[in-house]
């Protein structure tokens, strides 16, 4: 059956020097095409520049998208950024597709910085370690604690930890 | 360098005139998964769902496959869906199926007013499509 309707969405974190994450966020469906491109600065991960463009069928909301997306300059990725951002961005007079690319976006950043201890995780041969790798990664990011079900009460990876 | 990239292929199937499928798709440099779901157009309403990992990070992870069914029922339309897919599939389950489903959610509006435009430029070629959507759809 022919599909009636196809979306493709990209994020993309490059990291450049000088304590720079560059993320590129696009979609692009039957609709609408949409591009976001934002740039973190390290440590606080806090967004220095914010660009968007919206294109084909662009909501009434959406109208002045390259202005709306300039409210998030200067917040960061942390506790609280999703209702920073819903403020900002949402509601109902808000453009959504903005505030989901922000989100996304730093999202991404934060699957970039877990993706080398999972790399470690996978060069480890033995059970009891990955298990310790595991458990280590819970404790450092309290975040993780019941985010999902390797990190409920009763999962294996948080028996003894008491978190 | 690209240090971190994900991608996320939503296709919307229309069944008959009150159910669309969609195929969802999420590949990233962590983790690989896929799900399938029909929806009944009127409520919303998730009528079954299938999910598969293909790739996860722990020997937990597949635990979350049955907890997809907890979607079953659910439905995309009722206000604050997405907080609750992400409650009951991400926190109990997995967090990247409930991705998927909310973005398969978030497509069900744009997919049926994408399925009306093609109808309504199959009887009408030259038919003025922003036009179109102005007079008979609010985008979402």
Redesign the interface.
Known sequence: ???????????????HSEGILVVSWQLT????KAEVNLLFQLPQLEILEAKASIDR????SCQSASELIKKVEGISVGSGMRKIVAGLLGGPDGC?LLE?AVLESAN??I??F??PG?EI?ESMTDDDE?LKL?QEMVKSSPRLV?????F?DD???MKELNL | MITFSRSQVIGAEFLDNGTVRFNGIQEDHIYGMEVQMEVRIADGEILNVKGDMKRYTNFVCPQAIPVLQTAVGLSLLEAGWDKKIMREIGRKGCEHFAEIIIECGRCLKQAVQSKSLHDALAKDPALDQKQFLIDNLKPA
Do not use: G, Y
């Open positions: 059956m022919t599909l009636r309707f196809l979306r493709n969405k990209v994020v993309e974190v490059e990291t469906d039957d609709l609408q069928f662009v909501p009434q959504s989901e991404a950043v699957l970039n877990t993706r999972i995780a990955k595991f019941r985010s999902c079900i390797s409920q999962s294996p990876i």
